[in-house]
């Protein structure tokens, strides 16, 4: 893939090309398996909020100052993945390499800039090297058969279904060693889902390990374990696909900040909540 990208303003004019390609093998070495090896390489062009930004940013409270000298973006990758797509335990599990040159990242300066008696901090965007890696790893616990009503017509489609989900990543300047900023934990997730034809059923705990690897700048992240359950009713309406629900969320009403967000300090995650509506499919 090749693209070009021209950034014109009545004081600046610049042109940059990237070049990207992949690519992927497949093996099944037995039924139902397949193992994914997958090799990247990638140029991003700086976007014009990072050559040119020099402002507040409402939505997430920071001000932002750009860099009209950034180079484009590189970086070469490669995913290693092996999943498992039938049977009474079905899953996948993967790992990831990155690494990047000129790796553009919005960073925390340690200053703050005042309007009107506010202080609201100051991120620049900075590039240098940086590398990621990581892995994820999904497995459903199939509890129960689902029926097909080919032998027994009053058979009912039932299934239960167990599901753990777990991800890292650990990111950094390959010059410092440092962290890079805005990096999620180590999560986990458990949930139990249950359907029987129309109407289902969820229970899902969240777990998020403690950030402790963060930028300079920035502040060390508690982890946190969320309690969601909901409720599913499936129904057609005008011949659409439609799905009542009702979701319970953050049931233990903890207190839960990411570590992703630039208003964790001030705005943690929702308490103790119900949500209800529609959602359809055209």
Known sequence: ????????????????????????????PADDY??????????RPPTYVELLADGLHVAT????????????EDSVSIDLSVRKNAGRVTGSAGVFYYRFNDFISLQPTGNDFIEDGEAFPEFAYQAGGAEFYG????????????????????AVNERLDLILRTDYVHAEDRDTGEALPRIPPFRS??????????VGARLEGQWAANQDRHADY??????YFLLNAGLTYDLAIANVNTTFYVKGVNLLDQEARQS????KD???LAGRGVVVGLRTQF
């Open 218 to 223: 920035e502040l060390p992240t508690d982890g």
């Open 189 to 198: 997730t458990v949930m139990l889902d249950y359907q029987r034809d129309a």
């Open 266 to 268: 001030i705005a943690p």
């Open 1 to 28: 893939r090749y693209d070009r990208q021209t950034n014109e303003t009545s004081t600046l004019d610049l042109d940059f090309d990237a070049f990207s390609t992949s690519a992927g093998v497949v093996w099944k």
């Open 135 to 154: 892995g994820e790893l999904e497995t459903t616990f199939h509890l129960l058969e689902e029926a097909t009503g080919e032998e027994d017509k009053k």
């Open 61 to 72: 409270g920071v001000y932002e100052i750009g860099d009209a000298t950034l180079e484009k």
């Open 260 to 263: 992703t967000s630039f208003l």
């Open 34 to 43: 397949a193992v994914t090896l997958s090799l990247g390489y990638s140029q």
